[in-house]
């Protein structure tokens, strides 16, 4: 098999596009930059992820609550969350031609590292450097920061003080909730709060495909912990020998990209990780990206430099995965984030946010494990996407794959057509399935490869003189030869 280091970006677009996984939105009439729409097998993948992400961390545990919140959000919210103030990125324009740049982009273009320059620096690095309008060489004027909130207005007066928020982050609904969720559901601490949505953020610059959109989806928990038992995690034993390949901030700062290979147990004991809950939840994202089908060998824990920290972190590690075309890209957050958002919810709403804990009454800290869903998405494919002898295959984990079966019969005769349909309609009832008749049936497998269907069930002639079919495996080609009757049962073990 052809490894995945050949992709590129415009490849696995086009191939995304053309089987009907994900297309620009309002395309007839030439797209919206940084907008997605999922085509049906994109829709299905969709839900797989979500369901399964769901399952692993509410359902199947007895201290995670779920919530669905607003996406227009109370105003308030925003201020006391950090936001207004503080979530922006700096906007260069082009004096010449009007065009405008994120400054960090625009730097990275040069090869200069900038997420965490502030506008002085920036300034003085585009002058030295003689950067220019990439599109028409004009000056480029002084970089300014630019809010990444979406705005809209509630009500028909259009005046301030009836603007809101889209919310950027699902994050702040399960603040605002959390008091509530306490007391109706009867939680004790430590506990999580989930919530899976869309959120908003208007990007200076979207690009990489689904990597930079600005409408995506977020899977957030919120794990509140009494302040005093940050190392109490009495179920760290489930990750403390998981191996992970870290990069601490000291690494970068010593201008370093080696990351070191540590178990959790160390990564905490050594300090690196500070809080022993941040470094469950780190193994806990681990275990749920390789379970659907993410290799960890592509995945590295880097940490946040100390200027690069968002307004309300302590500590922040970047779950990094490692794309052909772009390099090592954040897929997912997680970040220690204190006491911070809980205490200026209490600020500026003037309710309290303390909670009980053993007699004692506290305001807990926060662990923040938070995934983005389409850069999961993403990834997914980049890993599953393989050529072999000129055929693509996605190489989906059962678990994840849009269509987990197909049906074919050998040829389009009536009586192989009719097992066949039968088959399929059965089949239908407990698995996404697809049906096809025509072509030759390698051609059919091929289709239904392209497209990450595990499992094809075909119909032969020994099929209707004694009701067993094949089941053929992608990965393999494999085939095995049950009875229909046994189809069902043997289709889900096999997806287990
Ligand atoms: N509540 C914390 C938070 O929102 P973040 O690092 O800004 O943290 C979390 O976002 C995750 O959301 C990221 O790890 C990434 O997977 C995804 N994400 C962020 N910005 C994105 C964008 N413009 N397009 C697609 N996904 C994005």
Redesign the pocket.
């Given at each position: 098999m052809q490894a995945t280091q050949t992709l590129t970006l415009e490849d696995l677009t086009s191939f995304c596009v053309r089987k009907g996984f994900f297309f620009p939105s309002g395309r007839i009439y030439g797209g919206l930059r940084?907008f997605y729409d999922y085509g049906p097998l994109g829709t299905e993948l969709r839900k797989e992820v979500l369901d399964d992400w769901w399952y692993f961390f509410v359902r199947r545990r007895v201290d995670m609550v779920g919530i669905h919140g607003c996406i227009i959000t109370h105003p308030k919210t925003w201020e006391a969350s950090g936001h207004v103030e503080a979530f922006f990125d700096y906007l260069v324009t082009c004096t010449k031609c009007g065009r405008e740049y994120r400054a960090d982009h625009l730097l990275e273009d040069y090869g200069i590292k900038a997420p965490t320059l502030n506008a002085e620096t920036i300034s003085s690095l585009i002058k030295e450097r003689g950067i220019k309008c990439p599109e028409c060489g004009g000056t480029l004027g002084e970089p300014a920061p630019f809010n990444l909130m979406f705005s809209t207005f509630i009500g028909p007066k259009r005046t301030k003080t009836n603007e809101a928020y889209l919310r950027?982050?699902?994050?702040q609904l399960i603040f605002l909730n959390f008091k509530d969720v306490y007391y109706s559901m009867g939680m004790k601490l430590p506990f999580g709060i989930a919530q899976i949505g869309e959120?908003f953020?208007n990007?200076i610059s979207?690009r990489g495909f689904?990597?930079?959109?600005?409408e995506?989806t977020?899977m957030?928990i919120e794990y509140f912990i009494n302040p005093c038992k940050l190392d109490d995690c009495p179920i760290f034993d489930e990750v403390a020998q998981m191996k992970v390949k870290l990069l601490p901030a000291e690494t970068q700062e010593a201008g370093s990209e080696e990351t070191v290979t540590i178990t959790l147990q160390e990564a905490w004991e050594k300090g690196l990780i500070k809080s022993k809950w941040h470094a469950y939840w780190i193994g806990e994202s681990l275990k749920w990206l390789s379970r659907i089908g993410i290799n960890l060998e592509k995945v590295r824990i880097r940490e946040h430099l100390k200027n690069e920290l968002?307004h309300y972190a302590v500590q922040t590690f970047?779950?990094e995965y490692y794309f052909p075309f772009m390099g090592w890209k954040?897929?997912?957050?997680i970040?220690n984030r204190g006491d911070y958002d809980l205490k200026r919810h209490q600020e500026f709403s003037g309710k309290s946010m303390a909670v009980e804990d053993d007699g004692e009454v506290v305001i807990p800290h926060v662990i923040?494990p938070?995934?983005?869903l389409?850069?999961?998405l993403l990834a997914l494919i980049v890993e599953a996407y393989k050529v072999s002898r000129g055929h693509t295959i996605l190489s989906l984990n059962p678990r994840v794959a849009p269509v987990k079966v197909a049906v074919f019969p050998i040829v389009d005769k009536p009586e192989f057509v009719k097992k066949a349909k039968s088959i399929y309609a059965n089949l239908k009832e407990h698995f996404t399935a697809m049906y096809e008749e025509k072509g030759t049936i390698g051609r059919r497998y091929y289709d239904a490869d392209e497209v990450g269907v595990p499992f094809a069930v075909t119909v032969d002639g020994r099929s209707l003189e004694d009701d067993t079919v094949t089941i053929r495996f992608r990965d393999t080609k494999e085939q095995i030869r049950i009875p229909i009757s046994e189809l069902v049962p043997t289709l889900k073990r096999l997806m287990e």
């Open positions: 940084g950027p982050e699902t994050a959120v953020r990007e979207p689904l990597f930079r959109l600005r995506f977020q957030e968002a970047d779950i954040e897929i997912e957050g970040s923040e938070s995934f983005g389409e850069r999961i």
